[in-house]
């Protein structure tokens, strides 16, 4: 079965910062965009990034510019998100999604990694 | 800022028929935004519905349908059951590698 699993989250103080990763397994992990996608506590989804099969190509949601960044190996079939400067609004699951073009959506999806920011 | 628009909630007796809408604050939505649709119950991972404004993902029964109507993408459930009540959630592509979620639609059945 096609699978996605986050890990990484934690409790972290304003301010500071987290590395959030995503396992891919049972496809070719190589041939998709991937995404990270978050959802504060009681609240909405939130796109907060992607990036292209080659990691060239990187895309963020305004809220994170400069302070998230998005990578990937794909030796080790696994995704990434740095987060830096974090603030309490940032606090939430993250989700770790496939994006595919030929459908443009996210079609497999992890089962979140939750961030809490809080002094 | 562009804002996508979903009704906060909605309500659907069992076997009825309910549309949940997805629009834009700034325009109307078309194939072009490449809507899709998500279901999602309380603390679990999203679920695909539809992809590409009308296409059901693999093994989602015939009863979800998508369409653009009135300058809206739109998700029809024909034959609302129990386990239906889930939060939906539309997603739209913006251009420029952008994509937005609207702020969900609480779907009850009773």
């Known amino acids: 079965e096609v699978q996605l699993v986050e890990s990484g989250g934690g409790l972290v103080q304003p301010g500071g910062s987290l590395r959030l990763s995503c396992a891919a397994s049972r496809f070719t992990f190589t041939t998709y965009w991937m995404s990270w996608v978050r959802q504060a506590p009681g609240k909405g989804l939130e796109w907060v990034a992607n990036?292209?099969?080659?990691?060239?190509?990187?895309y963020y949601v305004d809220s994170v510019k400069g302070r998230f960044t998005v990578s990937r190996d794909n030796a080790k079939n696994s995704l990434y998100l740095q987060m830096n400067s974090l603030r309490v609004e940032d606090s939430a699951v993250y989700f770790c999604?496939?994006?595919?073009?030929?459908?443009?959506?996210?079609?497999?999806w992890g089962q979140g990694t939750m961030v809490t920011v809080s002094s | 800022q562009t804002v996508v628009t979903q009704e906060p909630s909605f309500s659907v007796s069992p076997g009825g028929t309910v549309t949940l809408t997805c629009g834009l604050s700034?325009?109307?939505?078309?194939?072009?935004?490449?809507p899709s649709w998500y279901q999602q119950t309380p603390g679990q991972a999203p679920r695909t519905l539809i992809y590409n404004t009308n296409t059901r993902s693999s093994g989602v029964p015939d009863r979800f349908s998508g369409s653009i109507l009135a300058n809206k993408a739109a998700l029809t459930i024909t034959g609302a059951q129990a386990d239906d009540e889930s939060d939906y959630f539309c997603?739209?592509?913006?251009?420029?590698?952008?994509?937005?979620f609207g702020g969900g639609t609480k779907l009850t059945v009773l």
């Open positions: 997603l739209l592509y913006m251009g420029g590698g952008i994509w937005v």
């Open positions: 700034s325009d109307s939505v078309s194939t072009s935004y490449y």
């Open positions: 990036i292209k099969q080659d990691g060239l190509e990187k």
């Open positions: 999604a496939r994006y595919t073009i030929s459908a443009d959506a996210f079609d497999i």
